[in-house]
T-cell receptor, first 112, second 115 residues
Framework: GEDVEQSLFLSVREGDSSVINCTYT??????LYWYKQEPGAGLQLLTY?????DMKQDQRLTVLLNKKDKHLSLRIADTQTGDSAIYFC????????????FGDGTTLTVKP | DAGVIQSPRHEVTEMGQEVTLRCKPI?????LFWYRQTMMRGLELLIY????????DSGMPEDRFSAKMPNASFSTLKIQPSEPRDSAVYFC?????????????FGPGTRLTVL
């Protein structure tokens, strides 16, 4: 079945760049997502990328997709303490199946 | 729209008691998901519905768990009897099949503590 894996923890200093990595197994993945979960809250979509794209940039966020290696990354430039959260990678097939497969989440800690 | 609404936000109960968690999805969304999040097991999909019909309940841990969706604007997740290992944060999420992606919109969660 589908599987999404990501490292559990990342710690960076304020102002540095953060890179969170994810690998997935489903070659039929059509959409790949990054969700952010702040303490005490539910997950919220941060950004997504279609599988026919290599890169997507949105302000401080850059998503890179290597479809051949089934590898997705999220780069946060100029990381701030407010970026401390859990970041979830997810994929879906987009065939009206509705379901997405989520990774276990990477806890990003930003130190001042 | 108010987003996905869950109630209660916090629930503390004793082992053996029945617990009912409630969810109101975003109006117009046709998919509804129930997840459980713990430190040990991460985010687990328990069950999901499409147009009020359960599609996949393979993630429901055991017969003590049941979920219903009587109409498009309401769903419940019931645990009977509850056990301490059920302590977790339970999330409800909804999505719209007519959107550009399968983006899910999560509620704030219900933190369940079973003593």
């Amino acid at each position: 079945g589908e599987d999404v894996e990501q490292s559990l923890f990342l710690s960076v200093r304020e102002g540095d760049s953060s890179v969170i990595n994810c690998t997935y197994t489903d070659s039929s993945s059509t959409y790949l997502y990054w969700y952010k979960q702040e303490p005490g809250a539910g997950l919220q979509l941060l950004t997504y990328i279609f599988s026919n794209m290599d890169m997507k940039q949105d302000q401080r966020l850059t998503v890179l997709l290597n479809k051949k290696d089934k590898h997705l990354s999220l780069r946060i430039a100029d990381t701030q303490t407010g970026d401390s959260a859990i970041y979830f990678c997810a994929e879906s097939r987009g065939t009206n199946a509705g379901k997405s497969t989520f990774g276990d989440g990477t806890t990003l800690t930003v130190k001042p | 729209d108010a987003g996905v609404i869950q109630s209660p936000r916090h629930e503390v109960t004793e082992m053996g008691q029945e617990v009912t968690l409630r969810c109101k999805p975003i109006s117009g969304h046709d998919y509804l998901f129930w997840y459980r999040q713990t430190m040990m097991r991460g985010l687990e999909l328990l069950i999901y519905f499409n147009n009020n019909v359960p599609i996949d309940d393979s993630g429901m841990p055991e017969d003590r768990f049941s979920a219903k969706m009587p109409n498009a604007s309401f769903s419940t997740l019931k645990i009977q009897p509850s056990e301490p290992r059920d302590s977790a944060v339970y999330f409800c999420a909804s999505s719209f099949s007519g959107g550009a992606t399968d983006t899910q919109y999560f509620g704030p969660g219900t933190r369940l503590t079973v003593l």
